[in-house]
Nanobody, 122 residues
């Protein structure tokens, strides 16, 4: 397991931008595929994005494609989610997730952050 801590969530107006960060502990960050999930009130947790260990294969849910960008800096043990053109439907708790030895094609998280709240107002 790796410990993950998200930050950056806040209230933002529709159309605005927000950058989430996820800091990982330990020295094995680079062997984890990393990604983001989100959960809106009353809804199931849903996949948002994933990135491979070497950033070669980012992938996005259709709902955020073209608006969100995932990236990582292995030297800093950090993964980011840049969110642009935010919509009220993007509101929810965003969770950072990691899958040891995972890939962008087979992402089954075994580590989760505590979540950070993102609220997009109309």
């Amino acid at each position: 397991q790796v410990q993950l801590v998200e930050s950056g969530g806040r209230l933002v107006q529709a159309g605005g931008s927000l950058r989430l960060s996820c800091a990982a502990s330990g020295r094995t960050f680079s062997i984890y595929a990393m990604g983001w999930f989100r959960q809106a009130p009353g809804k199931e947790r849903e996949f948002v994005s994933v990135i491979s260990w070497n950033s070669a294969t980012p992938h996005y849910a259709d709902s955020v494609k073209g608006r969100f960008t995932i990236s990582r800096d292995n030297a800093k043990n950090t993964v980011y989610l840049q969110m642009n053109s935010l919509e009220p439907e993007d509101t929810g708790v965003y969770y950072c997730a990691g899958h040891k030895y995972g890939t962008a094609y087979a992402f089954r998280p075994d580590s989760w952050g505590q979540g950070t709240q993102v609220t997009v107002s109309s």
